[in-house]
């Protein structure tokens, strides 16, 4: 598989997880109660790593 990577910090394990609940909402795929506490949670990390400093090196997602 190349051109993949194995996640090596908390904060791209944060960064994959949002950009796959992002993904997930764009294309309808969470129910809304599911979308509103997705959204609260990301919300929520956004807010930390602005307190505390960036979460980490974004990791870049391909959509298939």
Do not use: H, W, Y
């Amino acid at each position: 598989m190349e051109g993949r990577k194995n996640v090596e910090s908390i904060g791209e394990a944060v960064s994959v997880l949002m950009q796959v609940a992002e993904l997930a909402q764009g294309k309808g795929i969470l129910t809304l109660d599911d979308a509103v506490i997705v959204k609260s949670a990301i919300d929520f990390i956004n807010a930390t790593s602005e307190q505390k400093g960036p979460v980490g090196e974004v990791v870049a997602l391909q959509e298939e």
